[in-house]
């Protein structure tokens, strides 16, 4: 499988997330071409403000295969992380995070992002950097999803 194909899954992931009453954002975490986790963003419902999906999913892989170490390991979001998971990501080693939707001024504004943070700079400064890849062709898909969440 390719990028595309593991970002679908990762979309798949936000669309349960709807589902189960969580914001509309899905992870996977793959490893040597492996599916390991999956999660949702649920964290309002689980009273847990680090419940986001990609948070979750890092668990999820970590508990998996015993260790905090993901080196080699690729995040698959359906939106662009927020400081807080790309941060988690970071301390868990992950190698690559590949996202379908960039954050926009609205998503900000709207409190769904902590604010203007450019990952880009963040990595930038980093230890150990991350190599981050957009993926634009499920962007509009994403933005779609967060609008019909937005109505219900």
Avoid at 22 to 46: H, M, R, T, W, Y
Avoid at 47 to 58: K, L, R
Avoid at 122 to 150: C, D, S, Y
Wanted: include cysteine; charged fraction near 20%; charge should be negative.
């Amino acid at each position: 499988m390719n990028d595309s194909e593991f970002l679908k899954l990762a979309i798949e992931q936000a669309r349960k997330s709807v589902v189960q009453g969580g914001f509309p954002a899905g992870a996977i975490i793959v490893k040597d071409g492996v599916v390991i986790a999956e999660g949702v963003s649920i964290g309002s419902q689980l009273n847990d403000p680090t419940g986001h999906a990609e948070t979750s999913t890092i668990r999820a892989a970590c508990q998996k295969l015993g260790t905090t170490n993901l080196e080699g390991a690729v995040l698959y979001a359906s939106l662009q992380p927020c400081l807080m998971c790309f941060s988690v990501a970071n301390w868990a080693g992950i190698t690559k995070i590949v996202y379908s939707c960039r954050r926009t001024d609205e998503m900000i504004d709207k409190n769904y992002y902590e604010g203007r943070n450019e990952l880009t700079d963040v990595n930038t400064e980093n230890n150990r950097q991350i190599e981050l890849v957009f993926v634009p062709a499920f962007e509009n898909e994403m933005l779609g999803l967060i609008k019909e969440w937005e109505l219900n």
